[in-house]
C-alpha cells in the first residue's frame, strides 16, 4: 500500500516542477527568438491553462497528504505552512491575469509568486515528512 508520505513527495514534486516551469519559460523566451514571438510569459493562454492544470493536481495530492500527516502526528504547523503555501499558488493562479491586465502585477511579479508559494508548500510537505518520522505514534508508520 501507498503511505501518504509518497503523496507528500509527490506534491513536492509537483511544485518542483510548477518552480522549474516558471523559471525556464522566461529564459528560454530570451535565449530563443523564435519563442519570443510566440509566448509570452504571463499574457498567453498557456500559462493560465499550465497552471490550472497543475493546481488540478497539486490540490488533492497536497491535501491528502497533509491531512493523513495530520492524523498520524497531530501537528498543525505542517498544514499551515502547506496550505499557506496552496493559497499562495491557488490566488496567483486565479488572480494573476486579471491583475496583470490592470496593471497591478506584473508578469515578473507573478513569477515571483508562485515561486515564493511554491517553496512555501514545498516546506510544508518537507515538514509534514519529517513531523511523521519523527512521531513514535503506530499510525504513522502504518500504510494507509
Known amino acids: 500500500m501507498i503511505r501518504h508520505e509518497t503523496f507528500d513527495r509527490f506534491a513536492i514534486a509537483l511544485s518542483s516542477l510548477c518552480a522549474i516551469h516558471c523559471i525556464a519559460l522566461p529564459i528560454a523566451a530570451s535565449v530563443t527568438p523564435l519563442l519570443i514571438s510566440t509566448v509570452e510569459h504571463g499574457h498567453d493562454s498557456h500559462e493560465f491553462w499550465f497552471h490550472q492544470f497543475i493546481l488540478f493536481f497539486i490540490i488533492p495530492v497536497s491535501l491528502f497528504a497533509l491531512v ?77
Open 68 to 144: 493523513a500527516g495530520y492524523r498520524c502526528h497531530r501537528k498543525n504547523l505542517p498544514m499551515l505552512i502547506g496550505g499557506l503555501g496552496l493559497c499562495i499558488l491557488v490566488t496567483v493562479a486565479l488572480f494573476a491575469e486579471p491583475l496583470i491586465h490592470n496593471h497591478l502585477l506584473s508578469p515578473t511579479g507573478e513569477t515571483v509568486l508562485t515561486i515564493i508559494g511554491g517553496i512555501i508548500h514545498a516546506a510544508g510537505h518537507i515538514s509534514n515528512v519529517l513531523t511523521t518520522r519523527a512521531s513514535h505514534n503506530a499510525r504513522c508508520s502504518a500504510a494507509l
